[in-house]
């Protein structure tokens, strides 16, 4: 593998405390809607949204996803009847009564009708294992690579200015029917993208606080160990003491 000089830009750090106060602005202003607007979204806010999400870190840069957009009506009816078929069922005897209950506030039923409305779906796939030259390569870390690039995906759709959704019907084993998925992939999520309609309700919520606990963390090298090998040792102090290495909880 060949290996290039890394191009970085240092920013004036008054200039980078900007850029994170804007993007922690703009980020939080993110929601998931249910209520869409059936307006065609402009296919290239998709594409380089999934751009963005397939430049993402994975194990061994093995990239083990893949993106299908679904805009055609008789699919997008094809997949709400297959997932409100599980739904149901979800909502019947799958669910135990203590989910169902932190669902209640949410209002949410086994209709989807989001999944016709929203004018483009996007179902995103993980691949377990790759074949090449008929050979099966094995992918590694798969659920936390594919994990990273939904994040950034849900990131950039919102940043282009669209809403979305991220359903997770269970079992989702009819998209790769419907879609027609070889072997080696398995849905890993059902993003519903577009525009919220005129109506859209959000719940109000209240987001977990932010709380900087404090610890004093030692950094030991033992002679012995190899040169990479490197021992933290932590003491916990009382909390809300200052030191050099905040704990986010």
């Not at 900007?18 to 607007?37: A, C, E, G, P, Y």
């Not at 739904?87 to 016709?116: G, I, N, Q």
């Not at 900087?212 to 963390?217: R, W």
Request: charged share 25%; with cysteine.
């Amino acid at each position: 593998m060949a290996f290039q000089k890394l191009q970085f830009n240092l920013l004036p750090k008054t200039k980078m405390l900007n850029h994170s106060k804007t993007f922690l602005r703009q980020i939080k202003s993110r929601r998931s809607v249910r209520d869409f607007s059936d307006e065609i979204i402009p296919i290239d806010l998709i594409t380089n949204a999934i751009k963005a999400a397939a430049s993402c870190p994975s194990g061994a840069n093995k990239q083990p996803w893949h993106f299908v957009v679904i805009s055609d009506k008789t699919i997008k009816k094809k997949i709400r009847l297959a997932a409100e078929k599980e739904e149901r069922a979800f909502y019947s005897f799958r669910a135990s009564k203590d989910w169902l209950k932190d669902l209640e506030p949410f209002e949410t039923t086994w209709s989807k009708p989001f999944l016709e409305t929203a004018p483009s779906l996007i179902a995103v796939f993980k691949k377990i294992y790759d074949v090449n030259e008929k050979k099966i390569k094995k992918n590694y870390y798969v659920n936390e690579s594919v994990g990273i690039a939904c994040g950034v995906l849900l990131t950039a759709l919102h940043y282009s200015g669209l809403v979305t959704l991220t359903h997770t019907p269970s079992p989702m084993g009819f998209l790769e029917c419907i879609l027609d998925r070889p072997k080696n992939e398995r849905a890993f999520l059902l993003i519903p993208v577009g525009f919220p309609a005129k109506s859209a309700r959000i719940p109000i919520l209240d987001k977990k606080p932010f709380i900087v606990d404090a610890f004093i963390a030692k950094l030991t090298f033992s002679g012995n160990a190899p040169d990479c090998l490197a021992t933290f040792n932590l003491f916990s102090p009382p909390t809300k003491i200052p030191t050099m290495f905040p704990y986010w909880s």
